[in-house]
């Protein structure tokens, strides 16, 4: 089945303690993508990736790390994570940039 | 600054009724256009796209109109089905234009199809 897989789906941890988060993606797409989701601010854009080494910032990067170093993964990091960064975030994946794309089903983080 | 706006956070359509979702952007350089579809604890999911180029995309129940000289697009859905309750998204990007592909994403509206 093709997909985009996010784990873990809910992380709860505390302020200042390095984290991952994994996305993996089995369609071969060249383009994939982080995204975060808040209450009345929608999807917003943090980090993308045209193909293997190609990253990007997006709308909010701060606070965050990507890395593109296999077509299929993308790894979201935070290295010091803060309250502030408590949301929803979503991986997606797409053929090329401008199509549409697939997207993970989420990752509940909570910072304390 | 929101680029790309949903100004109605909730639409209540009868089962069978035309739902109209509405967004508009403030940025003449978005050339490509998308709606995406979210259900709780999912992630979202395509549903339709539209380029600068057409005015109109169909695709089943689902279509998209563009209006340039508005900046506005919106999202009609014939006949509208209990199973569209949903919350809806509209995205734009000046992708082609300016060689970046960073996604805008509007605030979402909730569709609730009435039985």
């Known amino acids: 089945e093709a997909q985009v897989t996010q784990n873990p789906r809910y992380l709860i941890t505390v302020t200042g303690k390095k984290l991952t988060v994994t996305c993996s993606q089995n369609?071969?797409?060249?383009?994939m993508s982080w995204y975060r989701q808040d209450p009345g601010l929608g999807l917003r854009q943090i980090y993308y990736s045209m193909n293997v080494e190609v990253t990007d910032k997006g709308d909010v990067p701060e606070g965050y790390k990507v890395s593109r170093k296999e077509k299929r993964n993308f790894p979201l990091i935070l290295e010091s994570p803060s309250p502030n960064q408590t949301s929803l975030y979503f991986c997606?994946?797409?053929?090329?940039?401008?199509?549409?794309?697939?997207f993970g089903s989420g990752t509940r983080l909570t910072v304390v | 600054d929101q680029q790309v706006k949903q100004n109605s956070p909730s639409l209540s359509v009868q089962e069978g009724r035309i739902s109209i979702l509405n967004c508009d952007y403030t940025n003449s350089m978005f050339d490509y256009f998308l709606w995406y579809k979210k259900y709780p604890a999912e992630g979202p999911t395509f549903l339709i796209s539209?380029?600068?180029?057409?005015d109109k995309n169909e695709d089943g129940r689902f279509t998209v109109f563009l209006n340039k000289s508005a900046k506005h697009l919106s999202l009609h859905i014939v006949p509208s089905q209990p199973g569209d309750s949903a919350v809806y998204f509209c995205?734009?990007?000046?992708?082609?234009?300016?060689?970046?592909?960073?996604?805008?994403f509007g605030t979402g509206t909730r569709l609730k199809v009435l039985a």
């Open positions: 997606a994946s797409s053929l090329f940039a401008g199509y549409g794309y697939t």
């Open positions: 369609m071969n797409h060249e383009y």
């Open positions: 995205a734009a990007s000046p992708g082609t234009t300016s060689g970046t592909y960073k996604y805008i």
């Open positions: 539209i380029s600068s180029i057409k």
